[in-house]
Nanobody
Framework: QVQVAESGGGLVQAGGSLRLSCEVS????????MGWYRQAPGKKREFVAA????????NYHGNVKGRFTISRDDAKNTVYLQMNNLKPEETAIYFC??????????????????WGQGTTVTVSS
């Protein structure tokens, strides 16, 4: 049974930084593409970043390029999202997902068990 557990959310001032972590169990993590999505209040869930299992493909939502960095540590079965220069409009629940589309706009949606419960990021102005 796969388990996906995010951590690292919290309250930060605009311009600040946070690092989210996501630990995965029950999978062959080093063969899994991984990604991050977010859902702001009243809005649809949206793609933030994704990384292929090999690390050779990395994509970001255009609004976060240059500020967010996705990375992974296969020895720890963990994927990270370093978020710098955060903006108030990026207040959202951030979700980790296994086997995501590797680019925004994909129609494939991973099944429910491949998503974490989410971690809340609040950016104050």
């Amino acid at each position: 049974q796969v388990q996906v557990a995010e951590s690292g959310g919290g309250l930060v001032q605009a311009g600040g930084s946070l690092r989210l972590s996501c630990e995965v169990s029950g999978r062959t993590f080093n063969r899994d593409d991984m990604g991050w999505y977010r859902q702001a209040p009243g809005k649809k869930r949206e793609f933030v970043a994704a990384m292929s299992w090999s690390g050779s493909i990395i994509n970001y939502h255009g609004n976060v390029k240059g500020r967010f960095t996705i990375s992974r540590d296969d020895a720890k079965n963990t994927v990270y999202l370093q978020m710098n220069n955060l903006k108030p409009e990026e207040t959202a629940i951030y979700f980790c997902v296994v086997d995501p589309p590797l680019a925004p706009g994909g129609t494939y949606v991973p099944s429910d068990e491949l998503w974490g419960q989410g971690t809340t990021v609040t950016v104050s102005s």
